[in-house]
Each structure stands twice: as C-alpha cells, then as structure tokens.
C-alpha cells in the first residue's frame, strides 16, 4: 500500500528538481546580449585604434563579460553592414550600426569615451597623466538611458623622467585599463539593477484575472502564478493590430496586460481597422510572439504574426 505514495513523492521529487533546473536556465537566459562601442567624435578623446583605446575597449568587455553578460564583439557583428575601421565616429552612428544588427539581435550598447594627457607640475619638472573615463548604457530598440558612470580625477603615477611616447601610451595605457575595470564595474552593477528579478505582481499585471473569450472562442488560459518573479531588460515594443474589429481589438488590449511580466502600454495610433501600441514588458520577443499567437487561438481569429526588429504586426486574416 505504501509503495505507490512513495513513487508518487519520489517523481515530484524529481519533477520539482527539474522544474529548478528549468527556471535557473531561464533566469540565466534573461540576461541580454551587449555591445562595447567607443565614442570618438570629440578631436581631444582617444580615437579608435590607438592601443590605449584598444586596451579599455579590451577590458570593459571582459569585465562585463566576467560578470555574466553575452558580450559581442563590435567588429565581428558589423564587418558585414559597415566599414570596420572607420574612426571619429559619433553615437548616433553607433546607435544606428547596433540597431542594424540582426544576428545576434543586440539588446544594449555601452558607449565610452577616453581622455588621456599628461600635464607638468608648476613648482617642478613632475610630469603627470591624466585619464577620464565616462561610459553610459543604452536600450538598443528604445535609446532609453540605464545608466552611467564616469571615473575622473584620480591621482595617477607620475612619468619617469625622459619618457618617450612609446612609454607614454603604455603607461597612461596601463592607468587607463585599471579605470576601465572600475567603470565597468560600476556599469554591470546599473545593469544588474535594471534587469533584477520583480515579482509579477509588482509588474503591474492583472494576475487574477483575464478578459472573457469572445463568443464561440475557448477559454483563455490560466493567468502566471501570484508572486511569479519577472526578469530581464524592460524592453519596450510597437505591437500594430491591423483587420480587427473594435470588439476584438478591446480584447486584445486586455489580453495583452494580463500577460506575465507586462509592465505598461500605451496607445499609439487607432482607427477603424488598425490599432498601434507601445507596449512594454520584461518579456523577451520569443515569449511575447508566443503570448500573441496563443491570443489569437483562444480569441479564434484567424491572423498571423509577424516580427521584425521591436514591431509585431497582427494581422487579421478574414474568411467567409
């Protein structure tokens, strides 16, 4: 008699230690895919190329990358939609090359700049670098600002006497690599703050309840579990309803902020048959088509779902 209770309590068991497995991974997959890029439009910043730019460039990504973030190469991703050495570049061009990558799809760009001299003290013939760091992170599809960080004014070594340029670009070079870990740090703990687990009904979602099925449609399926954390880079989206009718597109409105980790929308553009949000969430892209297209099942509207860069077009297809 006790031998069926005790395989029930070891499969739950088993089943309870996977689903850990499960929401670990997932919890690791929300952390987003980021970008290293420097500013150099300035005439007085470090350009592009010069090894002291190459070595903070260096230690920014492996410091973010330590830290647990998908970090990608700028060159590699770009070589094949944009000159690889081009040099006084300002942010607007990062921007624009960060957002034209597809593959992988970037979710943020840390931009920084570098200022490196050296100044001769007044009272001797000391010689001193200084080294200024400021950096800032960026949503790619948004420009949304999450944060920055600049380290400035520190008390650096002085040169030793006779140092030519070559000693002078590895020495400032060296200081310069020290600031950049701290900069780097200081950013990824910004980032850790953004994308920082919140629970679902912290989100702003209704999670008890969901708007009725129109007639003749299913159920809607269950709402997330009360106090379900929400992790990930708040990410804002254009969702564009087109062929609807107004009774179905209150629907899909309502259906939309009853999904897990939704944050906020706002209406865009409506008209008769059309209907434009910026929608907001801690949802990546993967799950949210996913969400629209289980909406379009039990709402039973026929319509497909499109997906390129941050807008998702719903498209209504009519029958007879």
Known sequence: MLRDPIRTLAALALLGSALLGLSAQAQAQTRPNLVVMGEDADEDSVPRG??????????????????GYNVYDETAVAMGITQANRVRRRDAELIEVARAVQNPPLDVVAVFQVYAS??????????????????RLLNVRTGQSLGAFEVAGLQLPPLPQGCDRECLLERVGA????????????????????????????AGAPLNTLPPALPGAEPPPAAAAAGESCGGLPTAYVVRLTGFSPQEVQAAEEYMAAFRCYEH????????????????????????????????????APGQVQFSGNTFVISRVATR
């Open 175 to 202: 200081e310069a690599k020290s600031i950049a870990a701290d900069v780097a740090t200081a950013l990824t703990a910004k980032l850790d703050g953004v994308i920082a687990p919140r629970r679902a009904a912290e």
């Open 265 to 300: 929308h706002r209406p865009v553009r409506s008209g008769g048959a059309t209907a434009e949000y910026w929608y907001e969430t801690r949802s990546d892209s993967a799950r949210l088509g996913r969400n629209l297209r289980l909406m379009l099942e039990h709402m039973s």
């Open 50 to 67: 010069n090894r002291i730019f190459q070595r903070v460039i260096a230690e920014l990504s492996e410091t973010m990358n330590l830290r």
């Open 118 to 135: 050296a100044s001769k003290s007044a009272y001797s013939d000391i010689v001193r670098p200084e080294v200024r760091i400021p950096g």
